[in-house]
């Protein structure tokens, strides 16, 4: 079992920056994949970016590529997703993740997420 508690959204200006984080507890195995959603009003929940526990591995949603940056740290079990160059359409509520299968497969662990809203 794997609990995920995200921190770090908030209200920023569209060109600003925010860092979230996600840390998670219980067992974290080697071979995992955190992965960052999210869900904007009146959209379904999309892929933003993801990052295998082992090796480090990055993946993106082409939306963000550019603008984000997911790495994490082993040592605290936490994942991180840095924003930078923030847009209105970036508004969402921003969920962590994680999957035992791949960047590809169903997400079996999900935090309740952290409102990232960015204002023009």
């Known amino acids: 079992q794997v609990q995920l508690v995200e921190s770090g959204g908030g209200l920023v200006q569209a060109g600003g920056s925010l860092r979230l984080s996600c840390a998670a507890s219980?067992?974290?195995?080697?071979?995992?994949?955190m992965g960052w959603f999210r869900r904007a009003p009146g959209k379904e929940r999309e892929f933003v970016a993801a990052?295998?526990?082992?090796?480090?591995?990055?993946f993106y949603a082409d939306s963000v590529k550019g603008r984000f940056t997911i790495s994490r740290d082993n040592i605290k079990s936490t994942v991180y997703l840095q924003m930078n160059s923030l847009k209105p359409e970036d508004t969402a509520v921003y969920y962590c993740?994680?999957?035992?299968?791949?960047?590809?497969?169903?997400?079996?662990?999900w935090g309740q997420g952290t409102q990232v809203t960015v204002s023009s």
């Open positions: 990052i295998t526990w082992s090796s480090g591995s990055t």
């Open positions: 219980g067992r974290i195995i080697s071979t995992y994949i």
């Open positions: 993740a994680v999957s035992s299968r791949g960047v590809w497969r169903p997400y079996e662990y």
